[in-house]
């Protein structure tokens, strides 16, 4: 197991930030995919953001240029920063690591992100 475990989520106004973390127990080197996705009350969890095999980050139309992925490697770590925060922001966010040789799939407990307009 490789439990993922997120944390910076909160209560914040619209155009406010925040930085979630998720930390991995081992190395995420090994990881294909890596990244956040959310769900909010009634809707399907959906990707946000993601370091996709090959080496590309992908985002969603909706937090391009406000949303930024990141990793730390030796601390087993991957970041959300996010910016300019909106109301429709407000969801339970995801951490997840996918490998594919062999097949595992991981996800995190979440963490939520309430913005208040």
């Known amino acids: 197991q490789v439990p993922l475990v997120e944390s910076g989520g909160g209560l914040v106004q619209a155009g406010g930030s925040l930085r979630l973390s998720c930390l991995a127990s081992g190395s995420i080197v090994r990881f294909n995919v890596m990244g956040w996705y959310r769900q909010a009350p009634g809707n399907l969890r959906e990707l946000v953001a993601e370091?996709?095999?090959?080496?590309?980050?992908n985002y969603a139309d909706s937090v391009k240029g406000r949303f930024t992925i990141s990793r730390d490697n030796p601390k087993n770590t991957i970041y959300l920063q996010m910016d300019s925060l909106k109301p429709e922001d407000t969801a339970v966010y995801y951490c997840?690591?996918?490998?594919?040789?062999?097949?595992?799939?991981?996800w995190g407990q979440g963490t939520q992100v309430t913005v208040s307009s």
């Open positions: 997840r690591a996918l490998a594919l040789v062999p097949f595992t799939n991981y």
């Open positions: 370091f996709s095999s090959g080496g590309s980050t």
